[in-house]
């Protein structure tokens, strides 16, 4: 079974803060993404990385970015966190094809302070 | 550029009564189609797909969905409700063209006995 893992499960972080949430998958998968989840809102994308050192933005890239150096993992940094960014982040990867399923991480529940 | 409605964000039912949650897509291109399961404090799991072929997608947990695209939904059913299936069930689309997965905001199944 593919194994998406978020390094952490819940983080609580102060208004101001570099944060980063790391995102490992061990199947080789080329493609990797970000989201946020909000309740209502379903998962929205903040960016995507095709293949190493490649990314691209998401629907929500704002007061993030990203970094890819190696093929397993996916980091996602919040530069000055800010209380709107308070939420559930879910990292994915998935082959290459859009007809690829993606599969998910356990999420890191995010609170900015 | 792609999108999902879910009808009802809520959905109550008996233990043994069919399960419907409604998926309506829009997409200029043929779409590809998902629906995911959430259950509490897991990241999103994969219930089956439409890519192309067979109208009529059987996955996992005995839940099954219809693609009709002169209706432009893809709604899921299981016909007997067992308390386990009490989660959040995604529906989401994407294209050949486009590495983009758009989510609908979700829909909550509570499961009485």
């Known amino acids: 079974d593919v194994k998406v893992t978020q390094s952490s499960r819940y983080l609580v972080k102060r208004t101001g803060e570099k944060v980063f949430l790391e995102c490992v998958q061990d199947?080789?998968?080329?493609?990797m993404f970000w989201y946020r989840q909000d309740p209502g809102l379903g998962l929205r994308l903040i960016y995507f990385?095709?293949?190493?050192?490649?990314?691209e933005k998401g629907d929500i890239p704002e007061g993030y970015s990203v970094s890819r150096e190696k093929k397993e993992r996916f980091s996602l940094i919040l530069e000055s966190a800010s209380t709107n960014q308070t939420s559930m982040y879910l990292c994915?990867?998935?082959?290459?094809?859009?007809?690829?399923?993606?599969?998910f991480g356990d999420g890191t529940r995010l609170s900015i302070l | 550029a792609q999108s999902v409605t879910q009808l009802g964000s809520h959905v109550s039912v008996s233990e043994g009564a069919l399960v419907l949650l409604r998926c309506n897509y829009s997409?200029?291109?043929?779409?590809?189609l998902f629906w995911y399961v959430q259950y509490p404090n897991q990241g999103l799991q994969l219930l089956l797909k439409?890519?192309?072929?067979?109208?009529l997608v059987k996955g996992i947990n005995g839940f099954e969905a219809e693609f009709k695209k002169s209706e432009t939904s893809f709604h899921l059913t299981k016909p007997s409700a067992h308390m386990s299936d009490a989660a959040e069930y995604f529906c989401?689309?994407?294209?050949?063209?486009?590495?983009?997965?758009?989510f609908g905001a979700g829909t909550t199944v509570t499961v009485r006995a």
């Open positions: 199947m080789d998968h080329e493609n």
């Open positions: 439409y890519t192309t072929g067979a109208t």
């Open positions: 997409s200029s291109v043929p779409p590809y």
């Open positions: 994915a990867s998935s082959q290459q094809g859009s007809s690829q399923p993606q599969h």
């Open positions: 989401a689309v994407t294209s050949s063209n486009d590495y983009k997965l758009s």
């Open positions: 990385s095709y293949d190493v050192k490649m990314k």
